[in-house]
């Protein structure tokens, strides 16, 4: 387990990439409720129970397909498994420590938490477009420009399904 956590660390660090993963549909299988969890208390902090299962489901749903689209539009699809336990495993990392901020963004809306949610967020897309130029086997700024869309499309799709979610302060 440890080795794995640091695996993800250098992965967001940017001293590793997705190829240093083994690909294992088993350890997708075991990070899909690893990230659900987390992914479930940020969303249960502002929604009930119910709508931030929903939101956890299409996220998990997003991630998967979104990356199937995306390593099949550039022929790449033997790199899925890696990609997607990347994405997932980074993402639950950096959502992790985003609980802080976003508890305390609830209870006192602070500045300083939404600035470091703010860069946070940009953490999370540099790692993911670290992850797509590796998986893709492109330049970093054509990773962060696939990561863009990404998550781009990602929060189109979550604002369309769930309107509320951009609604909340």
């Keep these: 387990m440890y080795e794995f956590l640091s695996l993800i660390f250098a992965i967001c660090?940017?001293?590793?990439?997705?190829?240093?993963?083994?690909?294992?549909?088993?350890?997708?299988r075991l990070l899909i409720p690893a990230y659900a969890a987390i992914s479930f208390l940020i969303l249960f902090l502002n929604t009930d129970w119910f709508i931030a299962a929903l939101q956890v489901a299409v996220e998990i749903?997003?991630?998967?397909?979104?990356?199937?689209?995306?390593?099949?539009?550039?022929?790449m699809p033997g790199r899925y498994q890696q990609t997607v336990c990347a994405l997932m495993a980074t993402d639950a990392f950096i959502s992790f420590i985003a609980l802080p901020?976003?508890?305390?963004?609830?209870?006192?809306?602070?500045?300083?938490?939404?600035?470091?949610?703010?860069?946070?967020?940009?953490?999370?897309?540099?790692?993911?477009?670290?992850?797509?130029?590796h998986a893709l086997g492109k330049p970093l700024f054509f990773g962060l420009a696939v990561s863009f869309m990404y998550l781009l499309t990602s929060y189109q799709i979550m604002g369309a399904l769930f309107p509320s979610v951009l609604l909340t302060e």
Excluded: C, E, N
């Design 13 to 28: 660090i940017f001293k590793k990439g997705p190829q240093d993963i083994p690909a294992s549909a088993v350890l997708i």
């Design 61 to 75: 749903i997003l991630i998967l397909g979104l990356t199937r689209v995306i390593l099949s539009l550039s022929k």
């Design 101 to 133: 901020s976003m508890t305390v963004i609830v209870v006192h809306g602070s500045g300083m938490a939404y600035f470091s949610i703010f860069l946070l967020m940009i953490w999370h897309w540099a790692v993911s477009g670290h992850i797509f130029s």
